[in-house]
C-alpha cells in the first residue's frame, strides 16, 4: 500500500506493507548507492527485539547508533551525543540517516537530520503503531522540562517505509498508546470510522490486516492535511486534538511515565467536554466515548495525580497559543473540526468538570 505526501518543500511516499524491509528498503536504491555513509538510529528495546531482522534484511552497509528506549532519547544530551556520532563517523552531506523505531527515535532523528550540517536527508522506518503518525509529516522534536516537543523543526523524510511485522514485538500497552492517534485521527476526519472502532470488542487486539487498515486510514488522513498545510498555520492544527491537555498530562508526569498516546486519549476526552459547549455534542456522547476508552484499558486515574493548578504552567505553553490564550481544537462534530480561543478560566472549570465525570465513571 502507498500513500502520497506532497508537502510545499517536499514530496514522498509511505509505503506499507508486511515482512518487506528489503524489498522496501531497495526502491531508494539510487540515493542510497550515491550516499558515502548509512547511519541508522534506534533504541535499546526496538533493537533488542528487531535488530537481528534488520540486520538480516538491510541490504546496505551501516552504522548503528543505539539510543535509550522512548522519551528519555527526545532530550538535549541523546541529541548531543547523536550528533557527535555524526560528526565521528565524519558523515557528511552526502550521508543518509534511517529512524528505526517508534515517535521517540523519529522525533529525536528527525531533529537530528534537519539540524546536521544544516540538513541531510532521512528515512523514517516505523516500529510502533503511534508511528503511524508521527513518521508523516516532518514534525521533529526534543522535549524540554518545561514543555513537549519544544525544541524541533519541520523536516520532511525521503520517505517512510512501515512493515507492520515490528509491531508484533510491541508491548500491548504500547499497541493502547498508539490506537490514540488512530481514533483521533478517526474524530477528526469520519463518524462512521470512530462509530466502527468504538463498536469494535477491542481496538488493541486487530488481526494484521484489519490493524494494516486502520493505520492506512490515519495515515491517509494525515498525508491530506500536511500536505494542505506543512507548517500548522490552518488545518494541521486539527491533528493535535486532544494534545494541549494531553501534553501537559505527560509534562507533569515526566515524560515517559504517561504514555503520549495514554496522554492523547485522556486529552480527547477533555475536548469533548469542552466541545459540548460550542458544537453539536453532547454529555451522552462523551460519556459514551469515555466507557469505550476505559474498555479498552485507558489509564484515566492518571488525571488524580495532577491538579489543575500543576497543569496549569504546561497548558499555557501548548504551540497553538497566541497573544498568551489557548487556542484548542474543538469538534462541531465528529468529523468536523475547529480552533477557538479559550481562556484558562473556562479551562479550568472544564477541567473540574471532567474530574467530576471521571469519579462517576471509574467510581
Ligand atoms: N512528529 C509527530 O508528528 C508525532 C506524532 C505523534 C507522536 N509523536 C511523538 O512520538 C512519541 C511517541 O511515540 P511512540 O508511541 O511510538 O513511542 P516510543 O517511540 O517511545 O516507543 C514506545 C516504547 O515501545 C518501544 N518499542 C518501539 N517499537 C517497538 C517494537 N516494535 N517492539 C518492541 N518495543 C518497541 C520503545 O522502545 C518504547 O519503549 C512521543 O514523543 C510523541 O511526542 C510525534
Ligand atoms: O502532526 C501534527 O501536526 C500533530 O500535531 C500530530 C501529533 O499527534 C503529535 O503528537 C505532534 O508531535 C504534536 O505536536 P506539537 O506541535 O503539539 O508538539
Ligand atoms: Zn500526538
Redesign the pocket.
Known sequence: MRVPVATTSHQYEVVLGHNFLAEAVKTFDDKLQKADKLIVFT????W???GEYFKGHFPYDFEVFVLP???A??TFEQYNAAQTFLLEQKCSRKSFVFAF???????LT?FVAATYMRGVPFIQI??????H?????????I?HPLG??MIGAFYQPEGVIYDTL??????ER?VR??TA?VIKHAMISSASWLQQLMGAESVIHFSTTELAQQLKAGIEVKAKIVSEDETEQSVRKY?NLGHTYG?AI?AAAG??KV???EAVMIGLVYCLLLSERYGKLDRDFTTAFLHFAVKNGYPFEAVNDYSFEQLTAYLLKDKKAEYGVLQFVLLEEIGKPFVRPIELAECKEIDAEFRQLLAEVLG
Open positions: 533504541d535499546a528495546n526496538v533488542a527485539a528487531q528506549g522512548g522519551e532519547c527526545k523505531g517508534g515517535g521517540a527515535v523519529g522525533d528527525g516505523p516500529t510502533t503503531i503511534l508511528a503518525d508521527s513518521a508523516v509529516g516532518g514534525k521533529t522534536a522535549n513537549k516537543n515490528f509491531i508484533e514485538s510491541l508491548p504500547e498508546s498508539g492517534e491533528l501534553h505527560e515524560y515517559g504514555a503520549h498516546g
